[in-house]
């Protein structure tokens, strides 16, 4: 595990009982270290004793038992004490994320993504236009229908025909089925760069966000190394890197396959990666290369991108690494499927995807 240097906490500070600073301190820790609750619990023990967060009245067991008894952790084994995260805990990790990542949202209108396509739609335009039979006086432009009313009948005989009505013109609201694949390959911990716990936040954040603000959306998540598998929203938060390499055509076609079971026409691919495709497999073998762009695995990503192309699936790279080599194969990539591509620090990462999302207005098909 990568090791932590602490230095005086200068950053906004916490508001709440001591319990409430704790358990966020706590949950950062617990996505940190891939839901072991015990060495989270160290860390935190750890953290108290560097800068002072429990008090004479409130320690460290008060806020173990406190969670117990609050359904954040659980006791798994009582002979020989350990503890595991609750669902209460997942739910609670995520809507941080979400607070962390995406803040901006608490100003923003719950809905879908907008289409391109006028009708009768859910979402209110500025425009309006004349009443038709079959029109929802739910769109009923009040203000603009009394004011014709008024020019048409004027003041001494007013009344309202149907004439004088007028309805807000609205947008198609259009459904997004998404895969979203994270790289774990080893590369993601390397050289003391800790970028799966950022990219991690970043997946429950997504994951909150879609549930909450866009719940006719779907959200597939998959995890690719040497070879690629899904996951559930739920384990988010317990994902490690392994020492794999990065098969990111076994990440493709596991979306694509995906995407294949999902009826809603509008589909696409967020990919989170720091690093280059080094590996295939044909067969039951593995062929990898670590060293440099190998032409065999970069044409066979190449051809997937082209593929989901095709299929109008586009694909949006979220590269948190700038190597130059890289970003020509992102740009190579790119192009292949027609998608976009954003360098990101791992701080923008979030911010990056969420404009992404809500920019992505898919056609109605």
């Known amino acids: 595990?990568?090791?932590?240097?602490?230095?005086?906490?200068?950053?906004?500070?916490?508001?709440?009982?001591?319990?409430?600073?704790?358990?966020?301190?706590?949950?950062?820790?617990?996505?940190?270290?891939?839901?072991?609750?015990?060495e989270a619990l160290s860390w935190l023990t750890e953290l108290d004793r560097e800068f002072g967060?429990?008090?004479?009245?409130?320690?460290?067991?008060?806020?173990i038992e406190e969670l117990l008894n609050n359904g954040y952790i659980q006791l798994q084994n009582p002979d020989n004490p350990s503890f595991t995260p609750t669902r209460k805990m997942e739910i609670a990790l995520r809507k941080q994320a979400l607070e962390e990542i995406f803040g901006q949202l608490k100003k923003s209108r719950r809905g879908n993504h907008n289409t391109?396509?006028?009708?009768?739609?859910?979402e209110h335009?500025?425009?309006t236009r004349p009443f038709q039979f079959g029109d929802s006086i739910n769109h009923l432009a009040v203000s603009d229908s009394l004011k014709n009313a008024y020019i048409n009948h004027g003041i001494d005989d007013f009344k309202l025909t149907q004439d004088d009505l007028e309805v807000r013109e609205t947008y198609y609201q259009s459904q997004m089925s998404t895969v979203l694949m994270i790289d774990i390959s080893h590369s993601m911990i390397l050289y003391g760069e800790d970028r799966i716990?950022?990219?991690?936040?970043?997946?429950?954040?997504?994951?909150?966000?879609?549930q909450t603000r866009y719940p006719k959306d779907t959200l597939?998540?998959?995890?690719?190394?040497?070879?690629?598998?899904?996951i559930e929203i739920k384990d988010l938060p317990y994902l490690e890197v392994g020492p794999y390499h990065t098969n990111t055509v076994a990440g493709l076609e596991l979306a694509m396959d995906m995407l294949r079971r999902r009826r809603n026409p509008n589909k696409q691919i967020f990919m989170i990666t720091d690093g280059k495709p080094t590996c295939i497999k044909k067969g039951n073998k593995y062929y990898k290369n670590s060293f440099g762009l190998d032409k065999k695995i970069v044409q066979r990503t190449l051809n997937l991108a082209t593929r989901c192309r095709k299929l109008d699936i586009p694909i949006t790279t979220f590269m948190i690494a700038k190597d130059p080599?890289?970003?020509?194969?992102?740009?190579?990539?790119?192009?292949?499927?027609?998608?976009?591509?954003?360098?990101?620090?791992?701080?923008?990462?979030?911010?990056?995807?969420?404009?992404?999302?809500?920019?992505?207005?898919?056609?109605?098909?």
């Open 116 to 122: 391109s396509f006028g009708g009768l739609g859910d």
């Open 1 to 38: 595990m990568l090791g932590w240097s602490f230095a005086q906490y200068t950053g906004k500070e916490i508001q709440g009982s001591v319990f409430d600073q704790l358990l966020s301190y706590f949950k950062e820790l617990i996505v940190y270290t891939a839901g072991n609750v015990r």
């Open 325 to 365: 080599y890289l970003v020509r194969f992102v740009d190579q990539f790119t192009n292949a499927n027609n998608g976009k591509a954003f360098y990101s620090s791992l701080q923008g990462l979030g911010e990056f995807i969420f404009m992404d999302y809500k920019r992505n207005k898919g056609k109605r098909k």
């Open 220 to 230: 597939d998540i998959l995890v690719f190394g040497n070879d690629a598998w899904p």
């Open 125 to 127: 335009t500025s425009d």
């Open 197 to 210: 716990t950022p990219a991690k936040k970043v997946a429950m954040a997504l994951a909150e966000l879609i």
């Open 53 to 63: 967060l429990t008090t004479d009245e409130y320690g460290m067991a008060d806020f």
